[in-house]
């Protein structure tokens, strides 16, 4: 999507950045995990197809993605941005008809980063920039009925399970946004802040090449 080509979200512990190619190689290498492919029930793809899939996520206007990077980490130039990464969000606008729903999805792929409540984080930031900037009216997601941390994290979000299938083993839940949610969201991320992502970037890069 190319509302967010160029921005950054700052929170307490994580940065959400744009998804560029050079942030492609490393993602590649986290989704040949099994385990990340059964909790996002993905198949594999080639290199080439990941990069493919990065520009349907920057291109087309119903995706939404933001790479995850440590904040503290990326504070440091001498670290290039790759090794910064931590994980993805997306937002998936299900059904062009209603605009107004989305399908969430957020991924924490490096272990190291599980338990440290950065998916909670990084879930009410994307949250709050989808209801601000996409008009989001419902939010959606569909987890594995074995990932008990994500459902219960998402629950503790007031999210209300809606639906189970056996089939693929997952459970569909939602929140409905009204004006009680959006106060919280801003509430929950009133820390945050919208950066100009280039001039941060090239900022960076300055203090890199000193």
């Known amino acids: 999507m190319k509302i967010n080509e160029n921005t950054l979200l ?3 512990q994580v940065l959400l950045v744009p ?10 290498e986290w989704m040949k995990s099994p385990e990340l492919q059964q909790l996002t029930a993905s198949e594999p793809l080639t290199l080439e197809q990941e990069y493919d899939m990065q520009r349907s996520w920057r291109e087309d206007s119903d995706k939404c993605t933001f790479i995850i990077m440590d904040k503290q980490r ?19 606008l ?10 969430l999805e957020v991924m924490i792929a490096e272990p190291s980063y599980r338990g440290r409540g950065i998916g909670k984080e990084v879930t009410s930031m994307m949250m709050s920039y989808g209801v601000a900037k996409l008009g989001i009216k419902t939010f959606e997601v569909k987890i594995g009925l074995n990932n008990e941390v994500s459902i219960g994290m998402f629950k503790k979000l007031h999210f209300k399970e809606v639906y189970v299938c056996q089939v693929f083993k997952e459970v569909t839940l939602d929140l409905k946004v009204d004006e009680s949610l959006q106060k919280k969201l801003l509430d929950n991320v009133a820390h945050m802040k919208e950066r100009d992502y280039r001039q941060t970037w090239k900022n960076r890069q300055e203090v890199m090449s000193q």
Request: hydrophobic share 30%.
């Open 74 to 92: 990326w504070a440091d130039p001498s670290l290039d941005e790759e090794q910064c990464m931590l994980g993805d969000v997306n937002i998936f």
């Open 10 to 12: 700052q929170g307490h």
């Open 94 to 103: 299900t059904d062009p008809a209603e605009p107004s729903l989305a399908e």
């Open 19 to 28: 998804y560029n190619e050079n942030h492609v190689p490393r993602y590649h």
